[in-house]
């Protein structure tokens, strides 16, 4: 699966983008959040509140809730501004 950080996610992990394989049992956003977090003190840093991360499936919204089984591509992103 392919992983794609923007803006000071990516910054703080130090990658644009990641090639993953999942281990069994992630099936959520949350699930991934939560794995990621775990996966060094970058990845701590980027998603230390995971409620604010925003999250593409297939570059379509979703919630932390919606599963990520048959992703291609999920994109992490903080919360936008605008006017």
Same mark, same amino acid.
């Given at each position: 699966?392919?992983? @794609? ?6 910054? =703080?992990? /130090?990658?644009?983008?990641?090639? &993953?394989?999942?281990?069994? /049992?992630?099936?959520? @956003? ?6 990621? =977090? /775990? =996966? ?11 409620? &604010?991360?925003? @999250? ?13 089984? /048959?992703? =291609? ?11």
């Amino acid at each position: 699966m392919k992983l @794609v950080y923007f803006a000071w996610i990516k910054d =703080r992990i /130090g990658l644009a983008e990641e090639e &993953v394989e999942l281990p069994a /049992g992630i099936i959520t @956003v949350k699930d991934l959040l939560r794995w990621l =977090r /775990g =996966r060094g003190a970058h990845y701590e840093a980027a998603l230390q509140a995971p409620e &604010v991360i925003r @999250v593409a499936i297939d570059q379509e919204h979703a919630d932390h809730s919606d599963p990520i089984s /048959g992703a =291609r591509e999920i994109a992490l992103f903080p919360p936008m501004t605008g006017g």
